[in-house]
Nanobody
Framework: QVQLVESGGGLVQSGGSLRLSCAAS????????MGWYRQAPGKQRELVAT???????NYVESVKGRFTISRDNAKMSVYLQMNSLKPEDTAVYFC??????????????WGQGTQVTVSS
């Protein structure tokens, strides 16, 4: 299992920026990808951005050009730089790690979440 600890959430005005950080510990050598998801009140959790061990990235359409995901493999940390924030970005943001296991199975681990609130 992998433990994930997020930081960096908070309250920001529309158009502002925030940087989320997530540090992984535990069985980190089995991690094949990390990412960020978010969940707004009354909505399902959605993928925001992911990054593989090789550095390939994927973003939800609504954040392309505004958010950037990156990782530091030496620190086993992943970051989400969020620029030009909009009120609709308000949500709890969760760090995610995908681990590989036996027989090709994969497992997901989650952080506790960090609140991001964008005021208009």
């Amino acid at each position: 299992q992998v433990q994930l600890v997020e930081s960096g959430g908070g309250l920001v005005q529309s158009g502002g920026s925030l940087r989320l950080s997530c540090a992984a510990s535990g069985n980190i050598f089995s991690i094949v990808a990390m990412g960020w998801y978010r969940q707004a009140p009354g909505k399902q959790r959605e993928l925001v951005a992911t990054i593989t061990n090789g550095g390939s990235t994927n973003y939800v359409e609504s954040v392309k050009g505004r958010f950037t995901i990156s990782r530091d493999n030496a620190k086993m940390s992943v970051y989400l730089q969020m620029n030009s924030l909009k009120p609709e970005d308000t949500a709890v943001y969760f760090c995610n790690a995908v681990r590989s296991g036996a027989f090709g199975w994969t497992y997901n681990d989650w952080g506790q979440g960090t609140q991001v609130t964008v005021s208009s």
